[in-house]
């Protein structure tokens, strides 16, 4: 990767205007819609959809491995999420972003299925007790994946995860930004972890922006703590935290002066005016740099 490339997308951001465009942004907080169950996801979109976004298989790697039973690891790894997008093209031959879904599922006669707490048995899951139990908090989690954000090409979207920030295992929002080219109907997305307060709503951002591959499938590393365990040796939602958030194409550093815009909890029309503006200008400006990238890892892997 190009440091001097780094550096200066970290400096552009602060020093970009506040760049708007002329649509309207829906910036009413609600959630995503979820994927129906029995929808197959394997290394690109899923049917129905044109994008995507990314899908994550996790894995338990660090901390208090040796402290928990060995069921518990299993069932940390039992079950996948993924994230999808549905562009349109209208009549005039541009394109829109119409909508965004989340998921989980775990692996069905071999292949990786979107379920339910309510559908697994019937689509062939056939889950067991603690299993279930798992996939009920993977049900009410999806209900926490909120749009904060919309217009016709561009999307901010919240979730929420356990991660392993500054030594500790902790809930956190994870923010996706969706910015669409409306001439070619190419996608990208960013995204950025953010630090919350004790209630969960969102402080600032931190660590780094990742600028996606397409289609990204990978490995969440998780870290245990026992100490989330509870007396009765039941894990907490924070036993078992991602050291890593998806991983980028490139990274970004993130400017001090754009912490708190890019982590606010609710934001204005002209908040996502601006953001859409920064991004938009990241996406067309940086293209050729992303795209060596993208061929660089293409060419290491293939080695």
């Keep these: 990767m190009d440091v001097r490339f780094l550096t200066w997308v970290s400096l552009s951001v602060a020093l970009l205007p ?13 959630p995503i819609s979820v994927l129906r169950p029995g929808t197959i996801v394997d290394q690109g979109p899923p049917e129905g959809w044109t994008h995507l976004i ?19 690891s299993q069932l940390a790894s039992l079950m996948f999420t993924a994230l999808a997008a549905r562009t ?18 775990t692996s069905v006669r071999g ?3 979107i379920v339910s707490s309510d559908t697994q048995q019937q689509l062939g899951a056939d889950l067991g007790f603690f299993a279930r139990m798992v996939l009920k908090e993977f049900d009410a989690k999806q209900t926490q994946v909120q749009y904060k954000a919309i217009s016709r090409h561009f999307f901010i979207v919240d979730t929420i995860g356990a991660f392993r920030w500054e030594n500790q295992n902790r ?8 910015v669409l080219n409306p001439q070619t109907g190419h996608l990208d997305t960013f995204c950025w972890l953010m630090d919350a ?9 931190v660590g780094s922006i990742h600028w996606l591959p397409q289609s990204l499938v990978f490995a969440p590393q998780l870290h245990v703590d026992y100490s989330k365990y509870n007396f009765l040796g039941i ?5 078992f935290c991602s ?3 998806p991983p980028g194409q490139v990274t970004m550093n993130i400017p001090a002066d754009a912490t708190r815009v890019l982590a606010q909890p609710k934001l204005s029309v002209q908040d996502a005016a601006s953001l859409h503006g920064w991004f938009n200008q990241i996406s067309t400006s940086m293209r050729p740099h992303y795209d060596r990238a993208a061929l660089s890892k293409t060419t290491t892997t293939q080695r």
């Design 171 to 178: 809930l956190l929002p994870l923010r996706y930004a969706l």
């Design 111 to 113: 292949r990786d299925m």
């Design 18 to 30: 506040a760049i708007t465009f002329a649509q309207p942004y829906d910036v009413a907080v609600r």
């Design 88 to 105: 349109q093209q209208l009549p005039d031959g541009s394109w829109q972003l119409t909508e965004v879904a989340t998921g989980a599922g």
């Design 197 to 205: 307060d004790s209630s969960g709503v969102s402080t600032t951002a």
């Design 235 to 239: 894990p907490s939602d924070t036993a």
């Design 54 to 72: 990314v899908k994550s298989f996790p894995k338990v790697a660090s901390g208090d491995v040796d402290k928990i039973p060995e069921r518990d």
């Design 243 to 245: 050291t890593n958030i």
